[in-house]
């Protein structure tokens, strides 16, 4: 058998938002402090490819949404070395807008989905404000476009994208929501995208309060663990504490970009 190629994995933040703890978890925090988020894209380099996963959102949709922007998610590419025009593969983990947006910085792209989330995101769930609130109806309507330019593949569950990457539907945020599994030089790391917002969310059993199905997002923690092998493999999708825990690649880019692959420093 051949052996699996390893992956470089990158966490890049491009934008914030500061907010109180009780605002991440159902039912509150009885701790009246802040409790901020950052927002990022994360990147798959080796093997002579290259993927991106989740598009973030722009400075419009930013303003918006009251939500800090640093940088597009280009930009936010550029940093390490990726030209966004030349992506020729995107993993979306679903399609809420700080993870689908930006579509047009990718000309040469297609998309790697779920089934469900195409089926959550156009169906009557949207009928709902509670549940629509995070989606923007551009985003959707141009990942419809998108089908029928051939830039779409969808997944039903579990798939391998190349070797050594593969993507986990789990549900429970959305009903699409789907994780992204590589393996590196320390074993196999998950990107657990929104399936766990904070470290504190899977390792207290604590759900986010935004949330399609609770009991599919309690068990996708346990999933994320499940397929890691070990809790210091599963990255959060918007924990500050990510730039803390991992290592910057070049000190100029501390507390913007880390590499999850070399594994945490900080724990």
């Not at 380099?45 to 419009?60: M, S």
């Not at 999933?223 to 690649?249: M, T």
């Amino acid at each position: 058998m051949a052996q699996m190629p390893t992956y470089e994995v990158y966490a890049i933040k491009y934008a914030s938002h500061v907010r109180k703890m009780a605002d991440n978890f159902i039912g509150g925090d009885p701790h009246d402090g802040p409790g901020p988020i950052d927002y990022f894209v994360w990147a798959i380099k080796g093997n002579g490819r290259v993927w991106v996963v989740d598009t973030g959102f722009d400075a419009a949709e930013g303003k918006k949404r009251g939500r800090i922007v640093d940088r597009d998610c280009g930009d936010a590419l550029k940093l390490v070395g990726i030209d966004h025009t030349q992506v020729e593969e995107v993993i979306i983990s679903h399609f809420h807008y700080d993870h689908c947006g930006s579509h047009h910085l990718f000309p040469k792209a297609k998309f790697h989905v779920q089934e469900k989330e195409m089926q959550y995101a156009t169906g009557p769930c949207m009928c709902m404000p509670a549940l629509r609130g995070p989606f923007t109806a551009k985003d959707i309507t141009t990942m419809v476009d998108r089908v029928f330019e051939d830039r779409i593949i969808f997944h039903n569950g579990d798939a391998e994208i190349a070797p050594g990457i593969t993507v986990h539907h789990v549900g429970g945020h959305t009903m699409g929501l789907q994780m992204v599994r590589v393996w590196t030089q320390t074993g196999w790391l998950v990107l657990a995208a929104d399936a766990s917002h904070m470290y504190a969310n899977m390792e207290q059993g604590r759900p986010f309060p935004i949330v399609y199905n609770v009991f599919d997002m309690l068990r996708g923690h346990q999933r994320a663990y499940e397929l890691a092998g070990s809790p210091k493999n599963v990255v959060p999708g918007h924990d500050p504490l990510v730039l803390q825990r991992y290592p910057a690649p070049k000190p100029e880019l501390k507390g913007i970009v880390c590499r999850l692959d070399l594994g945490p420093n900080n724990w």
